[in-house]
Each structure stands twice: as C-alpha cells, then as structure tokens.
C-alpha cells in the first residue's frame, strides 16, 4: 500500500485555493501564496516576491476570464494601472530595504486591517 503524502496534498489544495481566492476576490490568492511559499521557503522575503510572481501569473488568467465573458471592460483598470505599478516598483524597493521581522509585522496588520474591513462592510 502506497503512503500518502500529506506535503503534497497540502500543496495542491493551497495552490488550488490561491487560483479560487483570485479569481474570486480579485488579488486574494496572495494571502494563500504567502502562507504556501513560506512552508516552501526559509526566507520571508523569497516567500512574498515569489508570492506576487504567482498571483502576477493567475491574475493574468483571472483578468482574461473577465474580459472574455464581459465582466469587466479594460479601459475601467487603466486610471488605476499607473499607480499600480509605481505602488510595484516603490514596494520592490521597500521590501530589500526592511528586516523579515517587520515585514512579517506589516503583513499582519494588513492582514487584520482587511479582515475588519470586511467583516464591518
């Protein structure tokens, strides 16, 4: 009889999640991503730029099931595009600057912040 590798199926069913949460709730997989990378990866830092490269790929996908099925014009993400990537480039800076500790920190009142937000609306 075969043994059943509990590693795997929690990485399956994490990376399955991180498309659902995506796809669902714009950007969420991040959240699950973090969380994977860093059962994956010693280094926080690793874990969250690996994390955005991830969510970079499946929001991708995401963004062209909209499109294809008419659920979102592109023109209404444009006045947003700039500052986003400007928020990228200043947050890829940002994060070679600060220690793990803070980072994990930051990450956690983010972390509540939204989570109250979400419950209170």
């Not at 969420?28 to 010693?42: D, Q």
């Given at each position: ?50 994390a955005v490269a991830v969510v970079l790929c499946v929001a991708i996908i995401s ?28 947050g890829t800076y940002i994060l070679n600057k600060i220690s793990p500790r803070l ?19």
């Open positions: 009889m075969k043994k059943i590798n509990f590693n795997k199926i929690k990485f399956y069913l994490g990376s399955l999640s991180i498309g659902l949460s995506n796809a669902m709730f714009g950007a969420g997989g991040g959240i699950f991503a973090v969380w994977l990378l860093k059962e994956l990866l010693p280094d926080n830092k690793r874990a969250h730029a690996a963004a062209a099931g909209y499109l294809k099925n008419g659920y979102v014009q592109f023109s209404d993400a444009l006045f947003f595009i700039p500052g986003g990537v400007l928020g990228a480039i200043l980072l994990k920190k930051i990450f956690g009142i983010f972390m509540l912040w939204a989570g109250i937000r979400l419950i209170r609306k």
